[in-house]
């Protein structure tokens, strides 16, 4: 008789989404906003939607094996374990994001960025005008293609060369460092631009107040081309010392620094809500948040009511068929699939002609 113990087989650990501090905040209180959400939140975070009581649902049942499973058997070993269904849904399922953001950020490094340098620039919008993007969902994405443009624009303006293909990946993000309404832009910009012949001509260094005026008209001229301005509002708006639109442009990507360049996208895209800095307070009711930030205006810590937190996180979830995720110029959908078809094979990086050399001012990364 063979005394040898059975070899050891791998033990399946699920994850335990009753145990997120997430899930007993919808499951205790969900019911509750529905009720009052008319009465004490629609004037803040816009009417209630329909997406975000179907996504809520489904988030409760994520990962929860009496909601549904698949069974997986390996045919070799005749090992099998369960598989519960996941809800799959944006911006609010921190599992279910952040698996979409794994699988998105590995074809951008695999597939997609190319082989050059990039530099993220942020674009923020004045309160004022961020009550607009609520009430009307699809503003954010007219202000990224603005943005886009702007950009392209600068950069051409920049390098002296009117022919250049600039590359964008433009996250619309909605919230900020304490889940509440903040929509602002992210995009993920190669350091200059393309001729048509391949080669890459870098962006220059240079201070930001140029490209931040130039958005700021650009903007501007978008609400009165849809009539959400007149013109004496935007002329109000650019008499303002401080107009509010800010441009961010110091957090510089190296062309072989494909981890950074990675980071750098999740963090574009990244959920409104982070576990690791939630906490649940079943008993005495109420919901800390910690900041991500370390100073400033929003850094520290927040208690509020579990009503108002979870209708400021549920205001961030999309509408059914909203695209977070847009790519301009050189990373555009037609440019490169006629890339591909006229040269499928071609590997290899391209040539790059460097700019004046960057200040270390511009190397720094948060």
């Not at 964008?168 to 889940?179: D, P």
């Not at 948040?289 to 400021?312: I, N, V």
Request: charged share 25%; proline share 7%; hydrophobic share 40%.
């Amino acid at each position: 008789m063979d005394d040898a113990a059975p070899a050891a087989r791998g033990v399946c650990r699920p994850r335990r989404p009753q145990a997120s501090p997430l899930f007993p905040l919808v499951q205790d209180h969900l019911h509750r906003l529905q009720t009052v959400y008319d009465e004490r939140f629609a004037r803040e975070y816009g009417p209630w939607r329909p997406v975000v009581g179907q996504v809520a649902d489904k988030f409760l049942a994520c990962g929860i094996l009496e909601h549904g499973f698949a069974r997986i058997r390996c045919d070799a070993c005749a090992h099998e374990y369960l598989l519960a269904f996941s809800c799959k849904c944006r911006y609010f399922c921190p599992s279910c994001h952040t698996k979409r953001l794994a699988v998105w950020t590995e074809w951008l490094d695999t597939t997609f960025l190319a082989p050059v340098p990039h530099r993220q620039v942020v674009l923020t919008i004045p309160k004022r005008l961020r009550t607009y993007c609520l009430y009307r969902r699809r503003l954010l994405g007219e202000i990224a293609r603005v943005a886009a443009r702007t950009v392209t624009a600068a950069i051409r303006t920049l390098t002296g060369e009117r022919e250049l293909a600039i590359g964008i990946v433009a996250c619309l993000q909605t919230h900020g460092s304490r889940a509440k309404w903040h929509p602002q832009l992210h995009l993920l910009v190669t350091d200059g631009g393309f001729r048509p012949d391949g080669t890459f001509v870098t962006w220059p260094a240079q201070p930001t107040a140029r490209l931040t005026e130039a958005f700021r008209r650009a903007v501007l001229r978008l609400f009165m081309r849809l009539e959400l301005f007149d013109a004496d509002q935007a002329a109000g708006m650019l008499a303002w010392p401080h107009s509010g639109l800010h441009v961010h442009t110091a957090v510089w990507v190296a062309e072989d620094d494909r981890a950074f360049a990675t980071r750098l996208a999740r963090y574009c895209a990244r959920n409104p809500v982070a576990l690791e800095r939630l906490t649940y307070d079943r008993a005495a009711k109420t919901v800390t948040y910690r900041s991500d930030k370390s100073e400033g205006p929003t850094a520290g810590t927040e208690t509020a009511d579990p009503l108002e937190f979870l209708a400021r996180v549920l205001v961030h979830i999309p509408d059914k068929g909203h695209v977070t995720t847009r790519y301009y110029g050189w990373y555009a959908n037609r440019p490169r699939g006629m890339r591909r078809q006229a040269d499928p094979a071609a590997v290899g990086a391209p040539a790059i002609v460097p700019a004046p050399r960057l200040a270390p001012t511009e190397f720094s990364r948060r």
